[in-house]
């Protein structure tokens, strides 16, 4: 083809020759995992994750962060490509795509003021009867917990911010919220009020997180290459740095 004919084909079509838009990938701000950092960039493990299986996939992408519910309306209108990081329901598996490989098993923790002497032996109904607890209005936690929380006697309060839930357990609104581990860990050392909360054991449960794909004809192929490509990133020595920098004690911080 001579450059004379390529200036012409280009000058007649030159959308076929643009590059491909980014991939949008929806997600709600909840740290250390999708957060923005001090520039208001989007930083956090699952964040650095997709960035590395992005850049072998030569993928574009564009993170956009915004509330939950708007999360969850953007994916089923397909105007999301991908979101992060969520755990698996089956309600979202109706408009979002699970792929095999998992970025975290997230634990979802009960927490309460050091000091008030609350103990958590693994009953759920037993403590749910005793004291009342505080989550934000998108948290899901498990089936048990959701039935539960249903029955007359439960007095659970929503809020609109993860942030605010920690501060109106501080403020002494509720005995304990629910929240996950690595989130709670985060928000409470940045108020400085991470030696005034104790994480109650056992957790409520322990699932994995993803980053997930919309319901698109194209998104099974990405998500087959999303997946090769991140298990190949999670042999790595790099995956191994930035997850003992992030989850420290984790599996990966013990592989030889």
Not at 44 to 70: C, F, H, K, S, T
Not at 190 to 198: A, E, I
């Amino acid at each position: 083809m001579t450059k004379a004919l390529l200036i012409a084909l280009l000058a007649l079509h030159p959308a076929a020759f643009a590059a491909e838009p980014p991939l949008r990938v929806c997600s709600l701000g909840l740290a250390p995992q999708t957060m923005k950092d001090a520039d208001d960039k989007p930083a956090g493990y699952a964040v650095e994750i997709l960035q590395n299986v992005a850049a072998a996939l030569r993928w574009q992408i564009q993170i956009d962060y915004m509330p939950w519910a708007r999360v969850v309306s953007e994916m089923k209108l397909g105007r999301c490509d991908m979101a992060m990081t969520v755990l698996y329901f089956k309600d979202y598996a109706e408009y979002m795509l699970f792929p095999h490989e998992a970025i975290l098993d997230q634990k979802n923790v009960l927490v309460v003021r050091r000091g008030d002497g609350i103990r958590f032996d693994g009953n759920l109904e037993k403590f749910m009867r005793q004291y009342s607890i505080g989550l934000y209005v998108d948290k899901r936690v498990n089936d048990e917990f959701e039935a539960l929380r249903k029955a007359p006697w439960a007095k659970v309060d929503t809020v609109p911010s993860a942030e605010l839930n920690m501060k109106k357990l501080l403020f002494k609104r509720f005995d304990a919220i629910v929240e996950n581990d690595l989130n709670v860990t985060h928000e409470m050392r940045k108020l400085g009020k991470l030696d005034d909360v104790d994480i109650l054991s056992p957790p409520l449960s322990v699932t994995p997180a993803y980053i997930v794909f919309s319901h698109k004809p194209e998104s099974l192929k990405r998500m087959r290459q999303y997946d090769y490509a991140l298990a190949q990133f999670k042999r790595t020595d790099k995956y191994r740095a930035l997850t003992n920098r992030y989850l420290p004690g984790g599996p990966a911080s013990e592989q030889p």
